[in-house]
């Protein structure tokens, strides 16, 4: 069971942690290394200007490696799955630039 932090700002509440946590579980789903807890910050504050209004973002130590991602987006929501596919799109890179370090050595 992967340990997670969320911190939430303005209106993310329980229904929008647990709707990241599920996207960010999902996501790490295939991973097998040994990895720290998700910190997932989760900001739905309105601004008080025009664009994008709210942030997500997801921290985590995968074998010894820093992944990060970040999205900004119209709502928190949809912020959350933007967040998800960045997360998801390191995920896969970092597996293809392991496996062919790999197939280097052999």
């Known amino acids: 069971v992967q340990e997670f932090a969320i911190v939430e700002h303005g209106n993310a509440g329980p229904a929008t942690s647990n709707h990241a946590r599920a996207k960010v579980a ?24 025009r664009g994008p209004q709210a942030t997500a973002s997801v ?28 997360l998801r799109d390191q995920l896969e890179q970092r597996a293809d630039r392991r ?8």
């Open 26 to 49: 999902h996501a790490l789903n295939h991973v097998r290394e040994p990895m720290g807890p998700v910190y997932l910050t989760l900001n739905g504050m309105p601004r008080h200007r």
């Open 99 to 106: 496996r062919a370090r790999r197939r280097g050595r052999n």
């Open 59 to 86: 921290h985590i130590d995968i074998g010894g490696d820093a992944i990060c991602a970040h999205a900004t987006a119209p709502t928190l929501r949809a912020a959350i799955d933007l967040m998800h596919d960045r």
